[in-house]
């Protein structure tokens, strides 16, 4: 899998059987621990797709699932406009 590297957002997964995209979502949620405000930046692992999910400027969204012949699921969210390299949100 790879990013599209276009003019938007985008979180992607993969996956196998009856995967939804609201539990992907609910998934990329867990990352919040790992973003730190202060400094804004990931302090451990992973936090682009959470990030993303909270970007205060984003006003267009959309999600897409494919389930293949073999079983294997994919879901892709685009977010327009996509992070910057500022605080996602103003606390």
Same mark, same amino acid.
């Given at each position: #899998?790879?990013?599209?590297? +276009?003019?938007? +957002?985008?979180? %992607?997964?993969? +996956? !196998? +059987?009856? #995967?939804?995209?609201? $539990?992907?979502?609910?998934?990329? %949620? ?6 730190? !405000? ?9 936090? $682009? ?7 205060? $400027?984003?006003?267009? %969204? ?26 996602? !949100?103003? #606390?």
């Amino acid at each position: #899998m790879e990013h599209s590297n +276009g003019p938007y +957002g985008e979180n %992607l997964v993969e +996956g !196998y +059987g009856e #995967m939804k995209a609201s $539990d992907v979502v609910k998934f990329w %949620l867990t990352e919040k621990p790992n973003y730190d !405000y202060n400094s804004k930046s990931c302090v451990k692992d992973e936090c $682009d797709h959470y990030t993303q999910i909270v970007w205060r $400027d984003s006003v267009h %969204l959309g999600c897409a699932r494919v389930k293949c012949h073999n079983n294997w699921v994919f879901i892709i969210c685009s977010y327009s406009p996509p992070v910057i390299s500022e605080r996602p !949100y103003i #606390m």
